[in-house]
Every structure is written in structure tokens, then in C-alpha cells.
């Protein structure tokens, strides 16, 4: 005899969310599709590019967490002497979409606590960004985000006391 769930005097447990099971079966289907297409792959690419061009053309960056396993969409990039938050409001003006953490410490002065515990100092991790593409970002979108990022990062830069009291820029 089966036990569990409040029907037939605890014999059985209830109504099954069939709509639930139909939705999770047909995103397992898309997603099997998805990987088929090799969407990962595309985006993977994609974001690789945006690392390496943003690192070659800006100095005192870097990739958080680079050489480690991550999502093929996502990238987190630090900027020294600058503070993440000003950068998000610069490039958003400029029609780029950019965090600095994740969407539960939205409006939090204090940094993510994530990068902390990765090991990045309170002011790299203040300083960091995090960009993430979809399956409808095309080349054309890291295109955009390589013509802005520079210049806002640069024009920030010239803004801040530390980039002009910085004895070695080095990342």
C-alpha cells in the first residue's frame, strides 16, 4: 500500500499539475533544439569577443572568474578606478543594457557579495559588470557594445582622482 498526499484518506497524492508537466516537457524540447542549433556555441562565441576585444583596447580590465567553467552567455569584467554603477547609468544612457550583480541586490551600495567571495578586492568588485547575451543578440549587438564601452570607460576615467594618482595601470 502507497502513502502520501491528503486524497482518498492519505492514499494518494492529489491532482497532478498536468499543465506544469506539459510546459517543463516542452521547454526541455526547445532546449534540446536550442542546443542542436548550437545557440550556446553562438553565444559563447559571441561573448569571448566582447572579452578579448574589450581587454585589448582597455587598460586596468579584466574577466572575474576567467579560465573557470561559466555560462556561455555571461562575462563579468572589471574596470579599475572606476565605479561599476556610473558605468551601468553612462552606457544605459547610450542604449546599452549592463548590470553590476545580480537583479535580488538590485540598489545595494555594498558589493556583490559573489565577487567577494570569489576573492576580488571591495573596490574591484564595486568596479565589475556584468554583461549577458541572448539567443537574439547578434555580432552586430557586440559591435555596438565595443564602440561605446571603451569611451565611457575612458571618459569615467578622467573623472575619477584614482586614474590620475594611479602610479602603475596594470590589470
Keep these: 500500500m502507497l502513502y502520501g498526499g491528503s486524497h482518498e484518506r492519505s492514499r494518494r497524492a492529489g491532482t497532478e499539475n498536468v499543465p506544469g508537466i506539459v510546459a517543463l516537457g516542452k521547454a526541455a524540447e526547445l532546449a534540446l ?15 569571448d569577443r566582447l572579452e578579448r576585444e574589450l581587454l585589448s583596447q582597455i587598460e586596468a580590465t579584466g574577466v572575474n572568474g576567467e579560465g573557470a567553467p561559466r555560462v556561455p552567455n555571461t562575462t563579468n569584467i572589471y574596470f579599475d578606478y572606476i565605479e561599476g554603477e556610473a558605468l551601468v547609468i553612462a552606457l544605459d ?3 546599452l543594457a549592463v548590470s553590476t550583480g545580480a537583479a535580488c541586490s538590485s540598489g545595494s551600495i555594498e558589493p556583490s557579495h559573489v565577487l567577494t567571495a570569489m576573492g576580488l578586492r571591495p573596490d574591484r568588485a564595486r568596479a565589475s559588470i556584468r554583461f549577458s547575451l541572448g539567443k537574439q543578440n547578434k555580432p552586430e549587438d557586440v559591435d555596438f557594445a565595443l564602440s561605446v564601452v571603451p569611451e565611457t570607460v575612458a571618459y569615467l576615467r578622467e573623472l575619477s582622482p584614482l586614474w590620475k594618482q594611479a602610479p602603475a595601470r596594470t590589470t
Design 33 to 47: 533544439t536550442a542546443f542542436e542549433r548550437g545557440d550556446d556555441k553562438k553565444m559563447a562565441e559571441m561573448r
Design 93 to 95: 544612457l547610450k542604449g
